[in-house]
């Protein structure tokens, strides 16, 4: 939750405030960010696997199921021990902190429950979590739907950043 008035408004929420069924253009930007954001998965695995050099396979077998903020982090230890390696190592702890930033967004969709969106300002999608808030009720949440086209954005971009190193270091194997 980023806006502060929004924030006000879900603290008095009642049912009459939610909207269950979602419109077809909120379903569109949920599965446009979990189908980009599982293709990102596996771009950070690729680009693991030949960082690394291994067959992919063989790297599926290893890394397959390893979440991708894991694969960030073995990707900077990995090229932290290349020589002159500062400028890509701090890179890619940007894109960490920024992967760390929009996997919130994400995760609302797999780890909570939609609830609908918000009948007064239709663009805040209304997600419940399983999770204490601190004055002891369930955490209530949501994310405007600018907010999912933003991490989708991203997400598709580093796809092909990922994507684009992963070639580039499989050009310069296939050359030596």
Request: charge should be negative; proline fraction near 2%; include cysteine.
């Amino acid at each position: 939750m980023t806006d502060c008035s929004m924030e006000q408004r879900l603290s008095s929420l009642t049912e009459d405030d939610i909207v269950e069924e979602l419109l077809q253009h909120h379903r569109d930007a949920l599965l446009d960010l979990v189908l980009v954001w599982g293709a990102l998965d596996g771009a950070l695995g690729i680009l693991l696997a030949d960082v690394v050099g291994l067959p992919l396979v063989t790297a599926a077998e290893i890394i397959g199921g390893m979440p991708s903020w894991k694969k960030f982090d073995e990707l900077i230890k990995v090229i932290k021990t290349y020589p002159d390696s500062e400028t890509a190592v701090k890179t890619l702890k940007k894109y960490k902190r920024t992967y760390e930033k929009y996997s919130g967004i994400r995760n609302q969709i797999a780890h909570s429950k939609c609830i609908g969106y918000y009948k007064h300002d239709p663009q805040y999608i209304l997600f419940a979590k399983f999770e204490k808030t601190k004055n002891g009720q369930l955490t209530l949440d949501c994310t405007s739907l600018e907010g999912f086209e933003i991490a989708t954005r991203w997400g598709r971009e580093m796809h092909v950043f990922a994507m684009q190193i992963s070639s580039l270091l499989n050009e310069n194997n296939i050359k030596r």
